[in-house]
């Protein structure tokens, strides 16, 4: 049991930084490797497990659930609910992926699942610095890298995005990765 615990977790961090579309189809365009692992994580976890951490819920635990409240509450009164309705989702699919989190940060040692973000974060700057090198000394583009012609006070620039969507969710995912670095080091 505890294989496929720490198997899953792997899977979900090791995915996250994928952010290329698997489908071209207009509804599933949003979605990425990693979400696709969490959906498969959902039917894999042992469920009486994740059910019992409902049951002990902390003031976090109750401000994400109030979060999702609010935001059904704003799509039942709100007046666009085509965009309404895929917020909903989104936010439906963040406030589950914190309780996953929470389970597997309870079930699985906290070592494990820092090992994991730490090398999946080595890895993504490790494949955005090939990018970067390969711009900037052999003028090869590719999607590691984001050209700005006009980024401001400094003009032209290339951004290291990696396998990430944009340069800021590289620069974000960088920062987990840094944070459980130092905590795991000092």
């Keep these: 049991m505890k294989n496929k615990e720490n198997f899953i977790i792997a899977l979900i961090i090791f995915t996250l930084p994928l ?3 698997l489908f071209e189809i207009k509804f599933l365009k949003n979605l990425f490797l990693g979400e696709y692992i969490f959906l498969i994580s959902l039917l894999l976890i042992d469920r009486k497990k994740f ?3 409902f049951k002990s819920l902390n003031f976090i635990d109750y401000s994400v659930i109030f979060f999702l409240l609010a935001c059904v509450f704003s799509f039942i009164f709100g007046s666009y609910f085509k965009y309404s309705f895929v917020d909903l989702i989104g936010y439906v699919y963040l406030v589950i992926f ?4 929470k389970y597997f940060f309870i ?3 906290k070592n494990k699942i820092y090992n994991y973000f730490l090398f999946t ?7 955005g610095f090939l990018g970067l ?3 900037v000394y052999f003028d090869i583009p590719s999607s590691l890298i984001h050209y700005e012609n006009n980024y401001p006070y400094f003009g ?6 990696s396998t990430t969507k944009s340069p800021t969710m590289f620069n974000n995912f ?4 840094i944070l459980i670095s130092l905590i795991y080091f000092l």
């Design 107 to 109: 079930y699985v040692k």
């Design 121 to 127: 974060s080595i890895f993504v700057c490790a494949i």
């Design 19 to 21: 952010q290329y579309p």
């Design 133 to 135: 090198l390969l711009i």
């Design 174 to 177: 960088m920062s987990i990765g």
């Design 98 to 101: 914190y309780f996953i989190l």
């Design 156 to 161: 032209e620039v290339f951004r290291i995005q």
């Design 51 to 53: 059910i019992l951490i």
